[in-house]
């Protein structure tokens, strides 16, 4: 892939200019760009769920600008919102030269057996203690890919739980899925050792199933906007300290209210979903493990956290639990999700797990910006402008000029729009 820096105006090109771009700067043939213009045929929507009549399609853009592990990325993103792409993409631009640094843990997930009606739960937590490695072991399929691999079950923890119907004991069993999301994975083993842990504690088992919420297996980024970048960014509307210092304003606002932070996590989930879904992962695994992650210390808190450095200049950081696979499920049925992933260049989840967290970190750092100084409405309704020059029965060039006279006149509604086009 050539420098990101020539990809800066890419959002000014006709769709024929964007195809020609992407035929001369990445690797995807000819199939895979036929692919754009029909997608997912009904005979693979067909296989892929139950009860198909048709097929469902959401736009496909490219957010640009991203380095990542001084890597270039582009990065496809699936999304109905105006502005999300553009905002991602201008934030990793501020971040340039130095772009983004990320990691993430091993590819744990956790699932849960739980046994009801167990004679004595402490003696059971220590008999099932006692048999670890003999209950691993019996799980664990030496001849199976993921166990070759390096996967598989590598621990478990046995926990007496109270609920409303009494007392219950939990297995939390670890599972090393390697490059899978491991839903699948996890259940089996869960269901395989479910009859174990009967017989061991005279129990019964009951759920058998894995938790979203992942917290072994989480990812981070990291970003430092500079306060020359960001004064460059608004052409001196604001000074870079200005803008740092608005912007935290802001930030200890989420941090202190629960309704802010609900919004300022949902601004990250922008990104992190239009990804998600591109890449044919699930997102509301992802959202489900991300929301209850901000939520453990007992009060619902952001995702990410800013601070100043040493030099004054605006650091940004995000962690949340990132369950991603590249192999299995609909990153290999949906034909879109497999070009995405080979447009992202990803060889591991490991690895797409790291960029969709700064994917996160900088959808959450654009919206914050946006409202800390300009508003958010002033890019967003540009954008929405085209959306509405679209319901007033608008094509082609109709769209673009329609759009740009409501935004000039700050008078973005369908009827200005229906005037427009008489």
């Not at 050539?2 to 959002?11: D, L, P, R, V």
């Not at 691999?149 to 007392?167: P, Y």
């Not at 969709?356 to 967003?380: D, K, M, P, W, Y």
Request: one cysteine or more; aromatic letters at 6%; charged letters at 25%.
């Amino acid at each position: 892939m050539t420098s990101q820096i020539k990809w800066n105006e890419f959002h000014k090109k006709s769709l024929q200019e964007k195809i020609d771009f992407l035929k001369k700067n990445t690797h995807l043939t000819k199939e895979e760009f036929t692919l754009l213009e029909n997608a997912l045929s009904f005979e693979t929507a067909n296989n892929m769920i139950e009860n198909a009549i048709g097929t469902f399609q959401l736009p496909l853009g490219i957010a640009t600008n991203f380095k990542i592990n001084g890597i270039e990325r582009l990065i496809p993103f699936v999304i109905e919102e105006p502005s999300v792409v553009a905002a991602a993409s201008k934030a990793a631009e501020i971040t340039l030269p130095q772009g983004f640094t990320a990691s993430t843990d091993e590819p744990i997930m956790i699932g849960q057996v739980q046994l009801v009606n167990v004679p004595d739960a402490k003696k059971a937590i220590k008999a099932i203690e006692a048999s670890k490695k003999k209950l691993i072991d019996s799980i664990n399929d030496p001849s199976s890919t993921i166990f070759k691999q390096g996967g598989g079950a590598k621990n478990f923890e046995a926990k007496i739980i109270q609920t409303t119907r009494g007392e219950c004991v939990c297995v939390y069993l670890e599972v090393n899925v390697q490059d899978a999301m491991g839903a699948n994975t996890v259940n089996s083993m869960c269901e395989k050792l479910a009859p174990l842990l009967e017989e061991l504690t005279g129990g019964e088992a009951r759920l058998r199933i894995l938790s979203n919420l992942a917290v072994k297996r989480l990812a981070r980024a990291k970003a430092v906007w500079t306060k020359d970048n960001l004064e460059k960014s608004f052409k001196g509307e604001f000074t870079g300290e200005e803008i740092i210092e608005r912007f935290l304003d802001c930030y200890a606002f989420a941090e202190a209210d629960p309704y802010r932070a609900v919004t300022h996590n949902k601004g990250i989930m922008n990104g992190i979903d239009a990804v998600v879904i591109a890449t044919g992962n699930d997102f509301r695994a992802i959202e489900a493990g991300a929301h209850a992650f901000a939520s453990l210390t007992g009060r619902y808190k952001p995702l990410t956290k800013y601070y100043k450095n040493k030099n004054g200049d605006l650091v940004g950081e995000i962690e949340l639990p990132l369950a991603l696979g590249i192999v299995g499920g609909a990153t290999k049925t949906h034909p879109l999700a497999q070009m995405s992933l080979k447009l992202l260049g990803v060889k591991t989840a490991k690895e797409l797990a790291e960029i969709i967290a700064c994917v996160g970190l900088a959808q959450n750092f654009a919206a914050v910006r946006a409202l800390s100084t300009e508003g958010i409405n002033r890019g967003h309704m540009r954008l929405h402008a085209n959306n509405i020059a679209v319901m007033a029965g608008a094509k082609g060039e109709q769209i673009r000029k329609i759009a740009e006279k409501m935004y000039e006149e700050k008078n973005v509604k369908l009827e200005r729009a229906k005037e427009l086009m008489k």
